[in-house]
């Protein structure tokens, strides 16, 4: 009986493609912590992110989740081609088991799978991945996760008047930046909407600037008291 069991395993494991053992390892862990996948906050598939092709993402259940702006924002001032695709509940993310879940997970990365001639060949191997495009791949990668990880909620602190800046010495320290008047512009917005309600990113949305120069803009504000983080000094949920 052992020798026919490990048979018929070692068939299935010939049989099955990978993508589906991901799948069945990843229904098992979500029946094992239900009460744990409700703390996700973020997810993201990362795939096929090695090859020539431009960046690639496909949006979460939601359509709306913080990881499908935080990416959409990092893309958008990256300054590289990209493309965004609504969610829909087929592909290679296994898509079905969010309904019943709703995690907000999204999908990033290069040319999607079934998109490129030699996917399911024999040329579909490692000929096909590009150092400089997995570099480029892990700095994006990199930038949503920093700004998922900095994004906070600030209320300015004299809300009823226009502080005076340049006695604060700001206008000092943003004057040897090379971008001084785009770094003043940044504080501006930050003071205005700083109202212990909108996020950063929010804040970035709104504004059509990069989410960088406001959270450089608000370190200082916050430096120099002109800011507070939330309304009780906590990251909004």
Not at 18 to 24: A, D, N
Request: charged share 25%.
């Amino acid at each position: 009986p052992l020798f026919v069991a490990l048979f018929i395993l070692g068939s299935l494991i010939l049989v099955l493609e990978k993508r589906y053992w991901t799948l069945l390892l990843a229904i098992a862990w979500l029946a094992l912590n239900e009460a744990a996948a409700a703390r996700i906050r973020h997810g993201l598939v990362i795939a096929c992110a090695g090859d020539a092709g431009h960046m690639h993402y496909k949006k979460s259940r939601r359509g709306d989740a913080e990881i499908d702006r935080a990416v959409e924002h990092v893309l958008r001032h990256s300054g590289r081609p990209y493309d965004i695709e609504d969610f829909t509940p087929y592909g290679r993310t296994s898509a079905k088991l969010l309904a019943g879940f709703d995690l907000p997970l999204g999908r990033l990365g290069r040319t999607p799978h079934g998109r490129y001639p030699q996917y399911h060949t024999s040329a579909d191997d490692l000929g096909l991945i590009r150092p400089e495009a997995l570099e480029d791949s892990l700095e994006i990668f990199s930038e949503i996760v920093e700004l998922l990880e900095t994004d906070r909620v600030y209320r300015n602190t004299r809300p009823k008047c226009e502080p005076q800046l340049g006695r604060r010495g700001l206008y000092r320290v943003l004057g040897g930046h090379p971008a001084a008047e785009q770094s003043q512009i940044a504080m501006l917005w930050v003071l205005n909407q700083a109202d212990g309600s909108r996020t950063l990113l929010e804040i970035a949305e709104r504004s059509g600037m990069d989410f960088r120069d406001l959270r450089q803009a608000a370190e200082a504000l916050l430096e120099h008291g002109l800011l507070v983080e939330g309304t009780q000094g906590t990251k909004r949920t």
